[in-house]
């Protein structure tokens, strides 16, 4: 069992930046697949970045790449999402699961776990 606990979120101002951070819980976290999704009001929830258990692989939408960092420190059991430049679009609930699978890929069916969401507004 992994329990996953948001934070980080908040208002910023468009072209902004915010750090999520994404605390787990058990011994197998540095073992799975990590994944940061979003949903916005009146939207279904999409898949933003995800990153395999050495950090080494990591997967973007093409809406923040190149914006949006993923990256985790397996030895703090804990996952980040460093957004830059953010957007008014960019406003969501972020969630952080994890996939005991292992492909930190865009599929939400592949992630057994997941936080309660932190929320992002970026103000225009």
């Known amino acids: 069992q992994v329990q996953l606990v948001e934070s980080g979120g908040g208002l910023v101002q468009a072209g902004g930046s915010l750090r999520l951070s994404c605390a787990a819980s058990g011994r197998t976290f540095s073992s799975y697949a990590m994944g940061w999704f979003r949903q916005a009001p009146g939207k279904e929830r999409e898949f933003v970045a995800g990153i395999r258990w050495s950090g080494g692989v990591t997967y973007y939408a093409d809406s923040v790449k190149g914006r949006f960092t993923i990256s985790r420190d397996n030895a703090k059991n804990t996952v980040y999402l460093q957004m830059n430049s953010l957007k008014p679009e960019d406003t969501a609930v972020y969630y952080c699961?994890?996939?005991?699978?292992?492909?930190?890929?865009?599929?939400?069916?592949?992630?057994?776990?997941w936080g309660q969401g932190t929320q992002v507004t970026v103000s225009s």
């Open positions: 699961a994890a996939d005991p699978y292992g492909s930190g890929g865009p599929e939400p069916t592949r992630y057994d776990y």
